[in-house]
């Protein structure tokens, strides 16, 4: 078995959102709320399936927690120890 790369190339890039960095960052800031209240959260689940799906849920979750309330951020793959 081979070694991976240090860092993969996009697979999906210009897809699920705009293959471009500048623009991808453009887009995101654009959804962000700054002066959205911020309030403590135990946990936020929100969709990622791409800005054309998902775009506008993900930021205003972010944009809405104190960052200082959540443990780090952790994608979960199962429920229930199974």
């Not at 790369?5 to 991808?24: I, K, N, S, T, V």
């Not at 800005?51 to 443990?71: F, K, N, Q, T």
């Amino acid at each position: 078995m081979g070694t991976l790369p240090a860092q993969r190339p996009p697979a999906c890039a210009g897809r699920f959102y705009d293959g471009m960095a500048e623009h991808l960052s453009t887009q995101v800031q654009a959804l962000l709320e700054p002066d959205a209240p911020r309030v403590a959260a135990r946990a936020i689940l929100c969709p990622h399936a791409g800005l054309m799906y998902s775009g506008a849920v993900a930021p205003a979750s972010a944009s809405r927690h104190r960052p200082d309330s959540l443990p780090k951020p952790s994608p979960i793959g199962r429920i229930g120890g199974r």
